[in-house]
């Protein structure tokens, strides 16, 4: 009778300190700042991961690069530093050529064969990941890249000497196959970066345009429109496979809920973003035939040395992408 008793009282102990255990708390970092599209829709999946969770889960935001520097991001969620957090694929294009095929100029141009292009990358994407002991929550594009320069740029050769600001091994081969001077600075740096001359120019989307507030410094936007590169959610595989099903099921529901909100919104604030720059003094330039022809002629040749480096994958990446 007393052994059935306390029996039952350590069951209930137990059933007590489980439900005490069932708050998980993560940290997700961010490089990009509060009034980011892909921050703003970040936001939000914690919210709704709160609320899809009953509470069990709850993120921790950290923006604008205040835990982590972008290039630092995926390694602190690979060691569980952090048990999740937002990446720029093509940060890490010197570690596999499947991180950098979303930002080769003149491949996927528009939202639409981003989206194409996405889904012929993302079962290698989801594959090397989980190699490296992490997932794929969601991925979500920025808006068209163009080309920030106070200069007159009516061909790539006007490009020439420009001190040009690269976020990635991509943007800087770019201005090297443009003979511009590249300069690797993140976005959190940019606006300094512009403020004390240390560059003149950068390629990027509009949305970083606002978000540094380059119009103070730069008063023309080439609207090349080049390529859409991705950022994605990713996270720790240890500290996913930790959560109950339960759990594990409101975290990729609110991931999908983000992906399908995320590419809308880019969408939506790339319209935005545009008249942002030009209400605080942008130009926003519609780029001549000859400068589009040669840095598409820069793409094909990237693209050519891409799928030398991508082998059979790569093929079949590009294939999947081509098929109408
Ligand atoms: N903005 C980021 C990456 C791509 C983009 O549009 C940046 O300039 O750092």
């Known amino acids: 009778m007393y052994k059935k008793l306390s029996l039952l009282a350590g069951a209930i ?3 007590f300190s489980a439900g005490a255990q069932a708050q998980t708390k993560w940290d997700l970092p961010t490089a990009y700042p509060a009034s980011n599209l892909h ?7 914690v919210k709704e991961v709160d609320e899809l969770s009953a509470g069990k889960l709850k993120i921790t935001l950290h923006n604008n690069a205040s835990l982590y520097k972008a290039p630092e991001i995926k390694r602190a969620v690979q060691g569980n530093q952090a ?3 937002e990446i720029l694929l093509s940060n890490f294009a010197n570690e596999d050529p499947i991180y950098e095929l979303d ?11 981003s989206f194409k292009l996405y889904q012929a990358q993302k079962p290698f994407l989801e594959k090397k990941l989980n190699s490296q002991g992490m997932t794929l929550l969601y991925a979500v594009a920025w808006p068209p890249q163009g080309i920030f320069a106070n200069r007159d740029i009516k061909k790539v050769a006007d490009m020439k000497g420009l001190k040009w600001r690269a976020y990635s091994p991509v943007t800087a081969k770019i201005a090297e196959l443009a003979g511009a001077q590249p300069v690797t600075v993140q976005q959190a740096e940019l606006a300094q970066a512009m403020a004390t001359g240390v560059i ?13 507030k380059t119009y103070e410094y730069i008063k023309k936007f080439y609207d090349t429109e080049a390529w859409l590169p991705k950022n994605a959610v990713i996270v720790n595989k240890k500290a996913f496979d930790a959560l109950d099903p339960a759990t594990q ?7 999908a809920q983000a992906e399908a909100r995320g590419w809308k919104l880019s969408q939506e604030k790339n319209t ?17 035939v000859e400068l589009k022809e040669g840095l598409g002629v820069i793409g094909k040749r990237m693209l050519d040395d891409w799928l030398k480096k991508a082998g059979a994958d790569g093929q079949a990446m590009i294939a999947e992408f081509r098929k109408p």
């Open 13 to 15: 102990v137990l059933a």
């Open 103 to 113: 930002g080769l100029p003149f491949l996927a141009t528009g939202y639409e064969a």
């Open 249 to 255: 099921e409101a975290l990729k529901k609110a991931g």
């Open 200 to 212: 003149d120019s950068y390629m990027s989307s509009g949305s970083t345009g606002y978000d540094t």
């Open 39 to 45: 921050v703003e829709n970040l936001t939000q999946f």
């Open 83 to 85: 048990q999740i957090g």
């Open 272 to 288: 935005w973003y545009k008249e942002a720059l030009t209400k605080n003094g942008m130009e926003i330039v519609k780029p001549t």
